[in-house]
């Protein structure tokens, strides 16, 4: 059983930056493929990015060249840090491990976060 503990989310201006965290623990972090995903007032939970153990990344189009995924095994954390952020960015950013490989649908994620609120003021 692995237990994800969001934090660094906050309110933020327009252009701002935060750097969100995901501190994993009893489980091997370093097995699990990770992801971020979020979810907006009235909206769908969506994916936002995912990194496999190493190097590889992946994500959603409105993010990309602006958010950059990482993890370090070696401190069982996952990192988003979040630049130029934009109105349509807030929403509650939860962390997510799946044991089934790589994916944007969250139905293959089997543990989450409870999420930290990211709010972005125009």
């Known amino acids: 059983q692995v237990q994800l503990v969001e934090s660094g989310g906050g309110l933020v201006q327009a252009g701002g930056s935060l750097r969100l965290s995901c501190a994993a623990s009893?489980?091997?972090?370093?097995?699990?493929?990770m992801g971020w995903f979020r979810q907006a007032p009235g909206k769908e939970r969506e994916f936002v990015a995912t990194?496999?153990?190493?190097?590889?990344?992946y994500y959603t189009d409105s993010v990309k060249g602006r958010f950059i995924i990482s993890r370090d095994n070696t401190k069982n954390t996952l990192y988003l840090q979040m630049n130029s952020l934009k109105p349509e960015d807030t929403a509650l950013y939860y962390c997510?491990?799946?044991?089934?490989?790589?994916?944007?649908?969250?139905?293959?994620?089997?543990?989450w976060g409870r999420g930290t609120q990211v709010t972005v003021s125009s």
């Open positions: 997510a491990a799946s044991q089934r490989g790589y994916s944007v649908s969250g139905s293959v994620y089997d543990y």
């Open positions: 990194i496999v153990s190493g190097s590889y990344t």
């Open positions: 009893g489980g091997t972090f370093s097995a699990y493929v």
